[in-house]
């Protein structure tokens, strides 16, 4: 595919006329052709424009045309063949590998909500049969469904530039609920989202859906991500990226004459807990294994394993010991973007100069300009209480190990902790009456939580949540991976003494789209 460097907007290919987006080589550090003019906010509020006049069609779209339009997309993301993956490699300086497998979850993703879509208990039909003769007040007919909330605003995310990106997680939930999309494309990678975004267009006309279904806009300012949040077309709005940039959109979001939800995936240090039974057990093992997630893709992962609780002990001295080992023979790896490196660098720098903090180990010397080295840091459980910066996400290959006096004081150092995405607990069956102790306090704490496994693998699924309390997203009762993310799209609307005519399918008598619906609470094919 020849890249063009233009938006997309609805049906149409054009050049934005503000300041230039240019992607940057990686490896090298080279600016890459083509570049890309920034949307303005006329397209803006075009392409806002085009995805409200779709709306009101694509949300009534067939379930099984629906499903077909997301099979689509994943079709042609496939037909971009080799071309794909070599320009996402350069772009973000991800090794083939990785790039391979992220484009099959994000193929696989759009193909599982499809098989959602179809399915459709997600519109969780309600009926309510009518009671003429209940006393003292008779019962109306009462029926309801969930609908979309409207279009949405997809943020693309540095990290993931296929799986949380154009045609990532939060679009294809959207879609899937039927919500016309608008993605702001993210500037370390828009060769790669113009690819994409091309491949949703194709789709959508493939289909013959309101050309306003999809739209793909780039701008490294705030007349993009602002002015999409801002504009009253725009009815929720999905992100990854920073505490910064989330809490930034959601203001903006709050201060609309109409609020609307912000889905922000934001900072996370996922912290490991380390109990004593497999610390005395495994410590060597663990510390290695603990070195691999820690520097799986340079550790620019949003459930990287930044913090680990111990007991202080000669089995906590053996697991450093291992995990030194390891990661001294780990290289330096290309970081995604300049930006991302610098803030890392400054996080790494940050905590060397912290008085109440060592550093315990670090990876091999950079020999580049653009690639990061790993580091372990140590501190006491005292001095990380009184220091709340220790805390703050590093994110990178960095993580910072406390060192308990005495098991108790992990529950006392979970009750601290911000909102989290992951919590992982390390144990053996002797730990197991402290694991029940722990495990209420992390309920709390987290979206998900690990047994024996290490944070950094997100399998997308019906079970899985990616979320977890403030800061760690912006709503924790919320799922951006797995097949729960399509809530986040959708409202309950009921239907009280309706003509059967202008009924919606999901709700006539007869059940004629075979659902699974509640009738006067009983569960059912009815």
Known sequence: ??????????????????????????????????????????????????????????????????????????????????????????????????????????????????????????????IDPPLADRKPLPRVDLRQRHIAVGPVAVFGASNFPLAFSVAGGDTASALAAGCPVVVKAHSAHPGTSEMVGRAIQAAVQQCGLPEGTFSLLYGSGAVVGQGLVANPHIKAVGFTGSRSGGTALMKTAAARPEPIPVYAEMSSINPVFLLPH??????????????????????????????????EGPDLTRFLGAATEALGGVPAQTMLTPGILKAYQEGIGKLAANKRVEKVAEGQIASGDTQGQAAIFATKAEDFIADPSMEEEVFGAASLVIRCQEVEKMKEMAEKLEGQLTATVLMEPEDMGFARALLPILERRVGRILINGFPTGVEVSHAMVHGGPYPSTSDGRTTSVGTLAIRRFLRPVCYQDFPAELLPEALRDGNPLGLWRRIDGALGKN
């Open 1 to 126: 595919m020849q890249l063009t460097g233009e938006m997309l907007i609805g049906a149409s290919a054009m050049r934005g006329t503000d300041k230039p987006v240019q992607a940057i080589e990686a490896q090298t550090g080279k600016p890459m052709e083509p570049s890309y003019g920034g949307g303005s906010a006329a397209d803006v509020d075009r392409a806002c424009e085009l995805a409200w006049a779709a709306f009101d069609t694509y949300r009534e779209t067939s379930l099984e045309d629906r499903a077909r339009f997301l099979e689509a997309i994943a079709s042609n993301i496939m037909d971009l063949g080799d071309a794909l993956i070599e320009r996402t490699m350069a772009e973000s300086g991800l090794p083939r590998g990785r790039i391979e497998g992220e484009r099959g979850r994000t193929t696989g993703q759009l193909r599982l909500f499809a098989e959602v879509v179809r399915e459709g208990s997600w519109l969780e039909a309600r």
């Open 278 to 311: 497999a610390l005395a057990k495994r410590a060597e093992a663990l510390g290695k294994g603990f070195v691999g997630s820690l520097t799986l893709g340079a550790g620019q992962f949003c459930t990287n394993p930044g913090l680990v609780m111990a007991a």
